[in-house]
């Protein structure tokens, strides 16, 4: 396992790479994507991309919490969750790959 | 929103582009956070969220018909954050 965190840039670098856009292009593009898939799930739309995963939005109904330190009840309001199931695809890869 | 109109949604917006190499930049882009967490790393998108590998120990399952103890094996599963910004966007923020 090698534990490394990639961001934007190395995304925005694998498509300068692989389709050999110019590298402000190219992160000009992955945020693009990841705007357009944002303001979606904001509408309220699901978002499946195939033999990736899918976006839900999800909403919550209201709630009395507690404070666990205090003990002190406090309401929790309603809200909107984004849930995000994985493809069969991506399980079976990210689970072969990390075997052992 | 599906993959194919995410991809018709950058090509109306990059006029300059060929259409497939739009489709190929969506698929490199999911891809590569594939790759990643294959290999046991993260991906941060600040303001979207993080992709991460989640270890789940070995447990003694049980057949939910049989009743029946079968050993199951640690395994990896991918797993998604979501990010402040996008949270806060969700509700109004």
Excluded: C, W
Excluded at chain 1, 30 to 42: A, F, K, P
Excluded at chain 1, 52 to 62: D, H, I, L
């Amino acid at each position: 396992m090698a534990d490394k965190t990639l961001t934007r840039m190395d995304l925005a670098d694998a498509v300068h790479s692989q389709v050999g856009l110019s590298r402000n292009d190219s992160a000009d593009l992955v945020e693009s994507v990841l705007t357009h898939v944002s303001d979606s799930l904001v509408k309220g739309e699901t978002v499946k991309i195939s033999s990736f995963g899918t976006f839900s939005v999800r909403e919550k109904a209201a709630r009395v919490g507690r404070n666990p330190k205090t003990g002190e009840e406090v309401p929790i309001h309603p809200r909107r969750v984004l849930t995000f199931r994985p493809s069969h695809l991506m399980k079976d890869r990210v689970a072969a790959g990390n075997k052992r | 929103m599906i993959r194919s109109e995410l991809i018709q949604k950058l090509a109306d917006e990059n006029p300059h582009l060929y259409q497939r190499d739009v489709e190929k930049i969506v698929n490199t882009i999911f891809e590569e956070v594939i790759e990643a967490m294959a290999r046991g790393d993260r991906v941060e998108l600040r303001g979207f969220g993080a992709f991460s590998v989640k270890k789940r120990d070995q447990r003694i399952g049980r057949n939910p018909r049989t009743g029946e103890a079968v050993a199951v094996e640690e395994k990896h599963v991918p797993f998604f954050k979501t990010g402040k910004l996008l949270r806060d966007r969700l509700n109004g923020g």
